[in-house]
């Protein structure tokens, strides 16, 4: 089988941000790990998904890789090269975002041709108005919204449209990857599923690769290849998606299936073992930073970090309980 050719690699990322005044003892001095030390890749073709609970780090993990905010430590690559200010421009017009709310993401002072023209005037400099039009074109009628009505602006819109909108204006640079931070979270039921069936029929028509980061499980399963847990930071447990459903290794991420609902009334519902909100970044517990709210934990889980490891089949999991796991 030819080898799968990664396009993104972030390695051992951390960003740390300073606690204000205030909120600690004089003279001492607090760090809020938001991430601490993630590694992942992403391939050509697929779609990582990456999910944890709110304050987990995955959209601050989004930011750091597309550059937006600089990470306190670690490096990310591009096609093998690691990205920096010679190359940032490049990978901004490769690499695009789509962000989470649709209402706070476009300027409501623009039209919506102006908006999703954007891109091409920071990446494709001196297009003419003719020229635009032939790139803009195709790709609205790609999301469904139609070119005649560009000249409104976002307010006229639904927020399935400014979502629309929105992905529109992530695609005239001609990306390979979109980071997708919360895409669907803003929309009813209803709105996601024609959303997400946009990102779909994307990937299949432009092979595009998404990092798609969700709080929610039924959308991640829906979207995602290989999934990746993440909490308090850290990633806890990743797997392509069938092995990570079949085989599910963490307690944080059994919890977070069990959140899954069952349509069928008849079925009886398993109960989300997940109890307690998730432990301040500002003080994180000692050793498994999960264990306060771990129903398996030991004493050993209270002093001991558990170490990624792999299973030997790319399932790697941090967690005491799977002793036999590589590290
Ligand atoms: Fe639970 Fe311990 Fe595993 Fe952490 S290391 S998830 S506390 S069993």
């Known amino acids: 089988m030819p080898e799968k050719e990664i396009l993104i690699e972030a390695k051992n990322i951390k960003k740390h941000f300073p606690v204000k005044r205030g909120m600690f003892e004089r003279g001492e001095k607090k760090t809020v790990k938001a991430i601490d030390g993630v590694d992942l890749v992403l391939y050509k073709g697929e779609t990582l998904g990456v999910i944890g609970e709110s304050g987990c ?12 905010i600089p990470a306190t430590e670690g490096e990310v690559f591009f096609k093998g090269k690691p990205v920096d200010k010679t190359n940032i421009m490049d990978f901004r017009r490769k690499v695009q975002m789509v962000f989470q709310d649709p209402y706070s993401s ?8 102006r908006i999703i ?9 001196g297009l003419s108005k003719e020229e635009k039009d032939k790139i803009v074109r195709p790709v609205v009628e790609k999301v469904g919204i139609e070119f005649d009505v ?15 909108i929105g992905i529109a204006r992530a695609l005239v640079t001609t990306p390979e990857v979109l980071i997708c ?3 669907v979270s803003a929309l009813d039921m209803s709105i996601q599923a024609q959303v997400l069936n946009i ?38 447990e990743l797997a ?21 609902p069952i349509p069928d009334p008849t079925v009886p519902s398993m109960k989300a073992e997940l109890t307690g909100e ?11 930073s999960f264990h306060e709210r771990c129903p398996f934990a030991t004493e050993r889980c209270k002093t001991e970090t558990p170490v990624l490891c792999d299973r030997g089949n790319g399932h790697l999991v941090a967690c005491h309980l799977k002793e036999e796991t590589k590290c």
């Open 57 to 68: 780090g995955k959209s601050t993990l989004a930011r750091v890789i597309m550059h937006l």
């Open 106 to 113: 476009l300027d409501p002072r623009m039209s919506v041709k």
């Open 117 to 125: 023209e954007e891109p091409l005037r920071v990446h494709m400099k």
């Open 150 to 164: 560009l000249d409104k602006y976002p307010h006229e819109f639904s927020g399935g449209q400014r979502q629309r």
């Open 181 to 183: 931070d919360e895409p």
């Open 199 to 236: 990102f779909r029929e994307l990937q299949k028509e432009l092979g595009l690769s998404y990092l798609f980061i969700s709080h929610d499980m039924s959308v991640i399963k829906h979207v995602s290849d290989r999934i990746a847990v993440m909490y308090l930071g850290k990633i806890v």
């Open 240 to 260: 392509d998606k069938q092995e990570l459903f079949d085989n599910t290794l963490h307690p944080y991420t059994k919890a977070l299936m069990n959140s899954i």
């Open 278 to 288: 998730p432990p301040s970044p500002i003080n994180p517990p000692s050793g498994c």
